[in-house]
């Protein structure tokens, strides 16, 4: 089985969220080979060599960036040492304050999160 194909299946698998056993027989790989190989890729830190190797993500004015510019999340990390350790980044932090913000401000780049965790705790997990 060629590395490139066995590749090619395991990116779908992780970029399209489907179980490992629903892989399209059409990749010309079998199952058990896809997660093997991607197990032994991971132990052998394939994957952050990879992430580093490629270009970094552009923005919409065409410079590159290295990390996100700004960080959305509830009160659960309203932590005064996370926020410093963001800002020390140069990441905006936008986090909702305990006892001050609401969750409505919040409420629409939530809802993103809080419906991928449902996904994954009601049985969408790859198996």
């Not at 194909?5 to 079998?30: D, H, Y």
């Not at 509830?74 to 913000?101: C, Q």
């Amino acid at each position: 089985m060629g590395d490139r194909a066995v590749f090619t299946a395991i990116v779908f698998v992780l970029s399209s969220g489907c179980t490992w056993r629903m892989l399209p027989s059409s990749f010309g790989v079998t199952v058990p080979t896809a997660h093997r190989r991607f197990t032994d890729w991971t132990k052998a830190g394939l994957w952050g060599r990879i992430y580093r190797a490629v270009p970094a993500v552009h923005r919409r004015g065409g410079s590159r960036r290295f990390r996100p510019d700004k960080l959305h999340a509830d009160n659960a990390h309203d932590v005064k040492e996370l926020r410093r350790w963001l800002i020390d980044r140069g990441i905006m932090v936008r986090i909702s304050r305990r006892d001050i913000d609401t969750s409505d401000r919040l409420g629409r780049h939530r809802w993103v999160v809080e419906r991928t965790l449902a996904w994954l705790t009601n049985g969408y997990r790859r198996r």
